[in-house]
């Protein structure tokens, strides 16, 4: 059962076995298999319950709808806009939908450099085959690829470069080309369309408008959750109290650390909201002598990996993607205004765009700010990843005019630089990348509570129990001892699919 408590109005009282904090890539896994399992499942989500009948395909509907802030949350000094979801379903609802399984070489590395023995291939091969199912993941057909994965593919093919199309989970996509505002058609395998209603089926009682504030304990172990009902833009009406044997926290890696932190627990180390990685972007535009409509279609489905050696270097690298943006998007993010920022927007249809997603070893942190909706978000790039962005911008440039581009625009707000076939582009290079300088963005926040062997450098360990609350889980983005260096989708459900298990097999030894 889903219920908006907006619709519903008053106060929420529940009880329940398990109370789980968060409808995206890990909770709503989560919540199902548990529920599956036979455990009485609340679960809240402080967004709300969109469906495809909601998504207009309109960015001034669907940005506020979807995304935490209306897609403007941003780290403290405005660097790096930070995109995360809010709604049931979460982050997978505006997701791109890349399916990959975490690379063998992190999985080596958080085997070896943090304590987590269980965490091969083959002990995580049964969770990733489950959510791969259970999505629907399946390879992009060739004649999914549009104009701007064509483009993109050519040109890496031009330049000798290793790529791949990739799978996804789509089930009868017609190739709008909206799936960041919302799937109109369902088509998107998302946990809204997933994992949601099978928790749903199985018993679970899913609460939208519902946000968590604190996490208490009793006698040492996370017994109850309380919160507020809150309105679209936050305003905090009725009251929550979940009382609960287990509880599992999937609020994402900035919503989880800020919780635990307004909770007082799970910090003896100081580990809880620090470790945080971004892989942040940036994004090189390119112009084309006749209209390639890149916001039709798939809007991802070639990846380039010539710049990332996990095996040979498992701690940087980058990736360069397609991207392409709505009117408003891509107005906000191209630089200068009057004549030049019309010529831009003339040519939109001409206009297509690589981005630059880096794995990164830059480390931040999440703080709690002046209210759960506005948590503090710390983050600068180190003089390394700073330089692997600069080359990533180069390498965006050079895939473009290899594609076909008759000029590329690299965006910084103060003096954009222009190139063109045959120009010299170590300008690129020597320009670099400095915060506040060229917008970045981020999709992929991850490891503020990270997993560990070790309780001094960790938060949780490998089924994501936190190692000072007993029953207390967190299963999102914020375990990742590391960046991740690849789409974290399938990661994050296949890890929450083991935490839930674990719970579920494991609930008399558990104490709950």
């Known amino acids: 059962m889903i219920t908006t408590l907006l619709e519903r109005g008053g106060d929420l009282v529940e009880q329940a076995d398990v109370c789980v904090i968060g409808t995206g890539a890990g909770g709503a896994v989560a919540a199902a298999e548990l529920a599956a399992a036979g455990r009485s499942v609340v679960v809240l989500e402080q967004g709300h319950h969109w469906t495809a009948k909601d998504f207009t395909q309109r960015e001034d509907?669907?940005?506020?709808?979807?995304?935490?802030?209306?897609?403007?949350?941003?780290?403290?000094?405005?660097?790096?806009?930070?995109?995360?979801?809010?709604?049931?379903?979460?982050?997978?609802?505006?997701?791109?939908?890349?399916?990959?399984?975490?690379?063998?070489?992190?999985?080596?590395?958080?085997?070896?450099?943090?304590?987590?023995?269980?965490?091969?291939?083959?002990?995580?091969?049964?969770?990733?085959?489950?959510?791969?199912?259970?999505?629907?993941?399946?390879?992009?057909?060739?004649?999914?690829?549009?104009?701007?994965?064509?483009?993109?593919?050519?040109?890496?093919?031009?330049?000798?470069?290793?790529?791949?199309?990739?799978?996804?989970?789509?089930?009868?996509?017609?190739?709008?080309?909206?799936?960041?505002?919302?799937?109109?058609?369902?088509?998107?395998?998302?946990?809204?369309?997933?994992?949601?209603?099978?928790?749903?089926?199985?018993?679970?009682?899913?609460?939208?408008?519902?946000?968590a504030e604190r996490i208490e304990t009793v006698g040492g172990r996370a017994r109850r959750v309380l919160g507020r009902v809150v309105?679209?833009?936050?305003?905090?009406?009725?009251?929550?109290?979940?009382?609960?044997k287990v509880v599992v926290l999937a609020a994402g890696a900035v919503a989880s650390p800020d919780l635990l932190l307004r909770?007082?627990?799970?910090?003896?180390?100081?580990?809880?909201?620090?470790?945080?990685?971004?892989?942040?972007?940036?994004?090189?535009?390119?112009?084309?002598?006749?209209?390639?409509?890149?916001?039709?279609?798939?809007?991802?489905?070639?990846?380039?990996?010539?710049?990332?050696?996990?095996?040979?270097?498992?701690?940087?690298?980058?990736?360069?993607?397609?991207?392409?943006?709505?009117?408003?998007?891509?107005?906000?993010?191209?630089?200068?205004?009057?004549?030049?920022?019309?010529?831009?927007?003339?040519?939109?249809?001409?206009?297509?765009?690589?981005?630059?997603?880096?794995?990164?070893?830059?480390?931040?942190?999440?703080?709690?700010?002046?209210?759960?909706?506005?948590p503090t978000i710390e983050y600068a790039l180190t003089p390394d990843d700073r330089a692997q962005l600069g080359e990533g911008l180069v390498r965006c440039a050079e895939i473009l005019l290899a594609g076909g581009a008759t000029r590329v625009v690299?965006?910084?707000?103060?003096?954009?630089?222009?190139?063109?076939?045959?120009d010299d582009l170590s300008v690129l290079a020597r320009r670099g990348v400095r915060e506040g300088e060229i917008g970045l963005a981020s999709t992929h926040p991850q490891s503020t509570c990270r997993m560990g062997g070790d309780p001094r450098s960790s938060v949780s360990n490998a089924f994501g129990e936190c190692h000072e609350v007993p029953g207390l889980f967190v299963a999102d983005m914020s375990v990742f001892p590391t960046s991740l260096g690849a789409p974290p989708q399938i990661t994050t459900a296949a890890l929450a699919d083991r935490t839930a298990r674990h719970i579920a097999a494991r609930w008399d030894e558990l104490g709950a």
């Open 61 to 211: 509907e669907m940005l506020p709808r979807l995304f935490e802030e209306g897609g403007m949350r941003q780290t403290a000094d405005g660097a790096v806009v930070v995109l995360q979801g809010r709604n049931v379903g979460g982050s997978t609802v505006h997701n791109l939908c890349y399916a990959f399984r975490t690379p063998d070489p992190i999985l080596k590395m958080w085997r070896d450099e943090h304590g987590l023995s269980e965490l091969t291939p083959e002990a995580l091969a049964p969770s990733f085959a489950r959510v791969e199912q259970n999505l629907k993941v399946k390879p992009i057909e060739e004649g999914q690829l549009n104009a701007l994965n064509r483009i993109v593919r050519a040109g890496a093919q031009k330049l000798g470069w290793s790529g791949l199309v990739a799978k996804h989970n789509r089930e009868g996509c017609i190739g709008a080309g909206y799936c960041i505002l919302g799937c109109s058609y369902d088509a998107k395998q998302s946990m809204l369309v997933t994992y949601v209603p099978r928790a749903s089926a199985a018993g679970a009682r899913i609460y939208a408008n519902a946000r």
């Open 231 to 244: 309105a679209h833009d936050g305003t905090a009406l009725g009251s929550i109290e979940v009382t609960a």
């Open 263 to 374: 909770s007082g627990l799970a910090n003896g180390s100081g580990q809880v909201g620090r470790n945080l990685h971004l892989h942040p972007s940036v994004m090189v535009a390119g112009f084309f002598d006749e209209p390639i409509h890149a916001y039709r279609g798939i809007p991802q489905s070639y990846y380039v990996d010539q710049f990332i050696d996990l095996e040979k270097d498992p701690n940087r690298g980058f990736v360069l993607m397609p991207i392409t943006g709505f009117p408003v998007l891509t107005a906000a993010n191209m630089p200068g205004f009057g004549k030049s920022l019309y010529r831009d927007l003339r040519d939109y249809s001409k206009m297509a765009a690589v981005l630059a997603l880096l794995h990164d070893r830059s480390a931040g942190s999440v703080t709690s700010g002046s209210s759960p909706a506005k």
């Open 410 to 422: 690299a965006p910084y707000w103060i003096d954009p630089i222009e190139l063109r076939p045959g």
